[in-house]
């Protein structure tokens, strides 16, 4: 049997394969994506806002807001005991509601219309390293087999992780949650805004709800297996019914639904991988981790790992030399990403405890700190009082005269250049976590380079905006007091 050859050959069509399928069939890369039969029982999500910036990078966003989908102008919340509250977002601003079917299958679409080839209602049987370094994809269909050959795998494959399971997936020491879905119709939905996503935390775990029309919403319920039994499917639906009955919310807004079918169980339990790339391997989205869905980031997670992942295949087939950094890259920011989530799904976790004395929320409220990574965290930023001092002696000089501090160095550090990864100076001291380029948007290796040249703020800052993106004057100050509060520049 001939194999089939390819650049890259692509396992699962979740968003997170048909992005990746997109991103490099446009790049002009021979691709392949495997993809088994669609899921019978589609889930719901939630997509912030931010994810429209994802969709340019897709080339996709028409295709999205032109697929009828709900757009959401919130979040309706009752957590930690607290009363009742309606989050807006931004004036102007919408997220989306999708049904996964949909979603997926618009997604896998555009991947085919930019090239890549699209096999589909097949399972995959084994992936194996050939002795010319390409790998060697078995699938099998309905009525027969193939293989695919490529020097790139990129496992797409979610939670069942076909290569991630084998060989890096990290064994969770996290509590488990299961996720109870059930579809709900009613004509007029008792809420303030029938756009929003609800969530609701009580004492045995938390519960959410998407619309995907206007009469018909997803309702779904978070428990811990390990403190709340979850029966076989006889008795899964009284089940439900009883977690819902415990609920105040989702309680209040059903009564008076209608059920659309049974409802169904699925693993939503976190974990993450010791490896995220290498060896001509790169996992991507759920393959390679999976959030707390108390993030809701689930989906940007995933088209951010393709993006990205797509990016560090591309710059590798173009350069060998440029792999190596590439994908540390990769594995840095994924990393980072899924402690970031976790993080924040444990201050949610820590809020709810206060209110809910129950093992489930005292299992989720302890995250490790997240160490910074390439761009300096602004928030934190605000309330050092080494960069508010250095702020105030800026402000009360007549004139400054800035040279490098002696602890400065440059180190060279991968960064996304287009689609390419390129290597690019980065800053490093003694107080600084790890190399920094950026803050607040404002180059700052760019910054310490023009400091010696202005002895007034203002002509540093004309400078600076000559030769750089234009940034705002508070942006640039507040990077400049960082860059003088934290000794990498100092007064002369």
Same mark, same amino acid.
């Given at each position: 049997m001939t194999a089939e050859i390819a650049d890259v050959a692509i396992v699962g069509a979740g968003p997170a394969g048909a992005a990746a399928a997109r991103l490099l069939s446009s790049w002009g890369k021979r691709v392949v994506l495997l993809t088994r039969s669609p899921n019978p029982r589609p889930l719901a999500e939630s997509l912030p806002?931010?994810?429209?910036?994802?969709?340019?990078?897709? !080339?996709?966003?028409?295709?999205?807001?032109?697929?009828?989908?709900?757009?959401?102008?919130?979040?309706?919340?009752?957590?930690?005991?607290?009363?009742?509250?309606?989050?807006?977002?931004?004036?102007?601003? =919408?997220?989306?509601?999708?049904?996964?079917?949909?979603?997926?299958?618009?997604?896998?679409?555009?991947?085919?219309?930019?090239?890549?080839?699209?096999?589909?209602?097949?399972?995959?049987?084994?992936?194996?390293?050939?002795?010319n370094s390409h790998w060697r994809v078995a699938y099998h269909g309905s009525s027969n087999g193939s293989f695919v050959d490529a020097p790139w795998v990129l496992d797409c494959s979610g939670r069942v992780g076909i290569v991630a399971r084998r060989e890096w997936r990290r064994p969770s020491t996290a509590a488990r949650t299961i996720a109870l879905v059930g579809v709900w119709e009613r004509a007029e939905w008792p809420i303030e805004d029938a756009t929003h996503t609800l969530v609701e935390s009580y004492d045995g775990g938390w519960g959410w709800s998407v619309p995907v029309a206007k009469d018909r919403r997803y309702v779904t319920v978070m428990l811990d297996p390990a403190i709340t039994e979850i029966p076989a499917r006889a008795g899964l639906t009284q089940a439900y +019914?009883?977690?819902?009955?415990?609920?105040?919310?989702?309680?209040?807004?059903?009564?008076?639904?209608?059920?659309?079918?049974?409802?169904?169980?699925?693993?939503?339990?976190?974990?993450?991988?010791?490896?995220?790339?290498?060896?001509?391997?790169?996992?991507?989205?759920?393959a390679a981790s999976f959030v707390d869905p108390l993030s809701s980031f689930g989906i940007k997670k995933a088209l951010a790992s393709a993006w990205l992942g797509s990016v560090a295949v591309n710059t590798s087939l173009g350069d060998s030399t440029m792999a190596a950094p590439a994908l540390?890259?990769?594995?840095?920011?994924?990393?980072?990403?899924?402690?970031?989530?976790?993080?924040?799904?444990?201050?949610?976790?820590?809020?709810?405890?206060?209110?809910?004395?129950?093992?489930?929320? =005292?299992?989720?409220?302890?995250?490790?700190?997240?160490?910074?990574?390439?761009?300096?965290?602004?928030? +934190?930023?605000?309330?050092?009082? +080494?960069?508010? !001092?250095?702020?105030? =002696?800026? +402000?009360?000089?007549?004139?400054?005269?800035?040279?490098? !501090?002696?602890?400065?160095?440059?180190?060279?550090?991968?960064?996304?250049?287009?689609?390419?990864?390129?290597?690019?100076?980065?800053?490093?001291? !003694?107080?600084?976590?790890?190399?920094?380029?950026?803050?607040?948007?404002v180059d700052l290796v760019l910054m310490t380079e023009l400091s010696g040249t202005h002895s007034q703020v203002p002509d540093l800052f004309d400078a600076y905006n000559r030769v750089a993106p234009p940034a705002p004057l508070p942006d640039f100050l507040g990077a400049l007091s960082t860059l003088i509060g934290y000794g990498a520049l100092t007064f002369a």
């Amino acid at each position: 049997m001939t194999a089939e050859i390819a650049d890259v050959a692509i396992v699962g069509a979740g968003p997170a394969g048909a992005a990746a399928a997109r991103l490099l069939s446009s790049w002009g890369k021979r691709v392949v994506l495997l993809t088994r039969s669609p899921n019978p029982r589609p889930l719901a999500e939630s997509l912030p806002p931010s994810c429209t910036k994802l969709f340019d990078q897709l !080339g996709v966003r028409g295709l999205v807001d032109g697929a009828g989908f709900v757009r959401a102008t919130g979040n309706t919340v009752q957590w930690a005991g607290k009363p009742r509250t309606v989050e807006m977002f931004d004036p102007g601003v =919408e997220g989306y509601q999708v049904s996964r079917d949909a979603f997926d299958a618009l997604l896998l679409a555009a991947g085919h219309a930019a090239g890549a080839r699209i096999v589909r209602d097949v399972n995959v049987t084994s992936v194996v390293r050939l002795e010319n370094s390409h790998w060697r994809v078995a699938y099998h269909g309905s009525s027969n087999g193939s293989f695919v050959d490529a020097p790139w795998v990129l496992d797409c494959s979610g939670r069942v992780g076909i290569v991630a399971r084998r060989e890096w997936r990290r064994p969770s020491t996290a509590a488990r949650t299961i996720a109870l879905v059930g579809v709900w119709e009613r004509a007029e939905w008792p809420i303030e805004d029938a756009t929003h996503t609800l969530v609701e935390s009580y004492d045995g775990g938390w519960g959410w709800s998407v619309p995907v029309a206007k009469d018909r919403r997803y309702v779904t319920v978070m428990l811990d297996p390990a403190i709340t039994e979850i029966p076989a499917r006889a008795g899964l639906t009284q089940a439900y +019914r009883d977690e819902l009955s415990r609920t105040a919310m989702l309680k209040e807004i059903l009564a008076g639904a209608t059920p659309v079918g049974e409802p169904w169980g699925c693993d939503a339990s976190a974990y993450s991988a010791d490896r995220f790339a290498g060896d001509g391997v790169v996992l991507i989205g759920d393959a390679a981790s999976f959030v707390d869905p108390l993030s809701s980031f689930g989906i940007k997670k995933a088209l951010a790992s393709a993006w990205l992942g797509s990016v560090a295949v591309n710059t590798s087939l173009g350069d060998s030399t440029m792999a190596a950094p590439a994908l540390e890259l990769f594995a840095r920011r994924e990393r980072a990403m899924f402690d970031h989530l976790q993080r924040q799904s444990a201050a949610l976790a820590r809020d709810a405890a206060g209110a809910h004395v129950s093992a489930y929320w =005292e299992n989720r409220s302890d995250v490790d700190e997240l160490l910074d990574d390439g761009e300096l965290d602004v928030s +934190r930023l605000r309330e050092d009082e +080494r960069v508010l !001092g250095a702020f105030h =002696e800026l +402000r009360d000089r007549p004139s400054v005269s800035l040279r490098p !501090g002696d602890s400065l160095a440059f180190v060279d550090r991968p960064v996304v250049r287009g689609n390419r990864v390129r290597l690019e100076r980065h800053l490093v001291n !003694g107080s600084f976590v790890s190399p920094v380029r950026y803050c607040r948007g404002v180059d700052l290796v760019l910054m310490t380079e023009l400091s010696g040249t202005h002895s007034q703020v203002p002509d540093l800052f004309d400078a600076y905006n000559r030769v750089a993106p234009p940034a705002p004057l508070p942006d640039f100050l507040g990077a400049l007091s960082t860059l003088i509060g934290y000794g990498a520049l100092t007064f002369a």
